[in-house]
Structures are given as structure tokens and as C-alpha cells.
């Protein structure tokens, strides 16, 4: 059974940074990309970065380019978010995912980012 669970989430005061966490479990981490997206209320899901099944590549929305860095742990089957000089804007639920994505694949349970002063 494929299973995300992302961690890390929090209160942080404008330029602030957090660092998030996906655990992923259930599949074959190493031949899937990566990706972590954030849903900000009344808005639609977008991605925000990914990064390949190498670990070679990565790509970011132009949003939280040069602020935002990915990363993945091989030996721990875990992908990262390194989120630096964090803006109100960034405030959303963060998720991570596998792609390609099966449609039909559950998300998890997301971590909360909230950006204020």
C-alpha cells in the first residue's frame, strides 16, 4: 500500500524558513520523480517543485524559485523541502506525490504552512 506522510509544517514569521518531510513508503522510490505541491484555501493544487528518480534534476515553480530546494534520501525513502525566505503567499497545506501518479492514488494527510507576523 503506497503511503506519503509529510511532516515539518508550522507557524513562521515572514522571511522565516521551514524545512518539510515526505516519508514515502509502499513503492519503488527510487525509479519515480518526486514532486511537492501545496493547496492554499480556495485554491487549486500546484506543484511547486520536483525533482527526478536520479536525484539529478530538479524544478521549480517560478513562485519559490531560489527561495525553495528539494531533495531526496535514497536510503530513507524520503523527499524534502527546504522553504527559505518564506512570504505570506506561501501559506497553503504542503503535499508530496510520486509521478507519474496513478489517478486514483490517494493524497496524504498534507502539513500545514502557515506564513504570518
Known amino acids: 500500500q503506497v503511503k506519503l506522510v509529510e511532516s515539518g509544517g508550522g507557524l513562521v514569521h515572514p522571511g522565516g524558513s521551514l524545512g518539510l518531510s515526505c516519508a514515502a513508503s509502499?513503492?519503488?522510490?527510487?525509479?519515480?520523480?518526486m514532486r511537492w505541491y501545496r493547496q492554499a484555501p480556495g485554491k487549486e493544487r500546484e506543484l511547486v517543485a520536483s525533482?527526478?528518480?536520479?536525484?539529478?534534476?530538479?524544478n521549480y515553480a517560478d513562485s519559490v524559485k531560489g527561495r525553495f530546494t528539494i531533495s531526496r534520501d535514497f536510503a530513507k525513502s524520503t523527499v524534502y523541502l527546504e522553504m527559505n525566505s518564506l512570504k505570506p503567499e506561501d501559506t497553503a497545506v504542503y503535499y508530496c506525490?510520486?509521478?507519474?501518479?496513478?489517478?486514483?492514488?490517494?493524497w496524504g494527510q498534507g502539513t500545514q504552512v502557515t506564513v504570518s507576523s
Open positions: 525533482i527526478s528518480s536520479a536525484g539529478t534534476s530538479t
Open positions: 509502499g513503492f519503488t522510490f527510487s525509479i519515480y520523480t
Open positions: 506525490g510520486r509521478s507519474p501518479r496513478p489517478p486514483n492514488e490517494n
